[in-house]
């Protein structure tokens, strides 16, 4: 069965560093792979997804990540952080049967000023 | 345009009150799916319509029972809800729900609190 490990429930950032928010899958079959972000009071908004070919996949507001099937990993990066970026980051990966999502428990990123 | 939309935004109701919530989408999408999502948690499914039948429920109490009338507009018809159904509903859609490389799209979401 499908699954998805988002170690860090906080990750607390400057303005201007590096981040970077861990996710770790498990899947019986070639994984498709998410990240969502969701702002306070929001839906959910995808930032990036993983399906197949090219291992770094860049997604919106400057954020990507890289698919390492040797690791079993899918971390979202970005260079510099902002304020704005100040949110709730899901990963998610599709179950191999119906499309469905199956998300981890999320990772609140803060950006200190 | 990739907008899910969902009305009302916020929903105050007792337990003994009939309410619905309302999703839309208009991208052509032939699947969609309501979530739950407690505070501090990700999205719970709980229901996926597929070419506008029901394909799955996720063993949701039947006092939700969803309804999809046209591939556009889904429902979510409320009766007789507990306290602790109070959460954001959320709302998505895919352009098909079987597979695995589709994107799903979230609407804003409808906080709802049962008194």
């Known amino acids: 069965a499908q699954s998805v490990t988002q170690l860090g429930s906080h990750v607390s950032v400057s303005e201007g560093a590096l981040v970077l928010l861990r996710c770790n899958y498990s899947s019986s079959v070639p994984p498709y792979l998410f990240w969502y972000v969701q702002y306070p009071n929001q839906g959910l908004q995808l930032l990036l997804k993983y399906t197949t070919g090219a291992t770094l996949v860049k997604g919106i507001n400057g954020f990507e990540a890289e698919f390492k099937k040797s690791e079993t990993s899918f971390h979202l990066t970005k260079p510099s952080a902002h304020m704005s970026d100040a949110a709730e980051y899901f990963c998610a990966v599709s179950d191999g049967s119906q499309g469905n999502l199956i998300f981890g428990k999320g990772t609140k990123l803060s950006v200190k000023p | 345009d990739t907008e899910v939309t969902q009305t009302p935004k916020h929903l105050v109701m007792g337990m003994t009150n009939k309410k619905s919530l309302k999703c839309e989408q208009h991208?052509?999408?032939?699947?969609m799916y309501w979530y739950k999502q407690k505070a501090k948690k990700p999205p719970e499914l709980m229901f996926v319509?597929?070419?506008?039948?029901?394909?799955i429920n996720e063993s949701v109490p039947s006092r939700f029972s969803p309804e999809c009338p046209n591939s556009s507009l889904l429902n979510l018809h409320l009766h007789a809800l507990q306290p602790e159904d109070s959460a954001l509903y959320l709302c998505a859609s895919s352009q098909f729900a079987s597979r695995d490389e589709e994107t799903q799209y979230f609407g804003p979401g409808t906080r709802l609190l049962v008194l």
């Open positions: 991208m052509g999408h032939r699947a």
């Open positions: 319509y597929s070419y506008e039948k029901l394909s």
